[in-house]
């Protein structure tokens, strides 16, 4: 799954610190998602989407080979 965290923290200005503690996660998750080596919970995913104010489709991005 790939994720567009990294494009949206910068339109944002967040570091993967301050995005972790809005969304009550490590930072050390943050940088496993930007970095496609974890799949976040639907909560999580959730959790993220509502602090860009994007629908979570627009945060996450499902292949078709997945």
Partial sequence: MKS???ELRAR???N???LAKLAKISRQTISLIEREEYMPSLLIAVRI???FNEPVENVFLIGEEE
Avoid: H, M, N, V
């Fill in 12 to 14: 944002d200005g967040l």
């Fill in 49 to 51: 989407a509502r602090i």
């Fill in 16 to 18: 993967q610190t301050e």
């Fill in 4 to 6: 567009r965290l990294k």
